[in-house]
């Protein structure tokens, strides 16, 4: 770990007092530690900002798969970006509805392609694409 470095932040007592109360419920032990998270996830959408940065998304579908050909279409679609797709996850929900989790490691744009191109898809009910990161710029 690097250096640790104390700063001073002046702020409106009334927002400091929201920020608490939010930190409270979401469990943070001390104001510290929630500054590091909304730090970190600043540095998380600088990284999601720039086209061409390596990133690592998760993305989610679900969908019924007796509609449309969905699941071929999905297949052949995976096939076309095999150097992006770490890894897939099918599970059968019920007897119609699946849920699809692909997670993708490279370009933004191309991460977002994919994803953008797969929730266009007739037949998916949801598709949801967490942008995280590769860890590398987060320290
Ligand atoms: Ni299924």
Do not use: P
């Not at 927002?15 to 998270?37: Q, W």
């Not at 849920?99 to 949801?126: F, M, Y």
Request: hydrophobic share 35%.
């Amino acid at each position: 770990m690097s250096k640790l470095i104390r700063f001073g932040v002046s702020v409106d007592a009334e927002l400091l007092e929201k920020f608490d109360d939010m930190n409270d419920k979401k469990g943070f032990g001390n104001r510290s530690e929630a500054i590091r998270d909304l730090i970190r996830e600043k540095l998380v959408t600088e990284e999601w900002s720039q086209t061409d940065n390596e990133t690592v998304g998760v993305f989610s579908i679900v969908y019924d798969h007796h509609q449309n050909e969905i699941s071929q279409i999905l297949n052949s679609l995976q096939h076309n970006y095999l150097d992006i797709i770490v890894s897939s996850t099918h599970i059968h929900i019920d007897h119609h509805n699946c849920l699809e989790v692909i997670i993708l490691k490279g370009e933004c744009h191309r991460i977002k392609a994919i994803t953008n191109r797969l929730s266009a898809e007739r037949g998916i009910k949801h598709g949801k694409l967490i942008m995280t990161s590769t860890g590398t710029a987060l320290l």
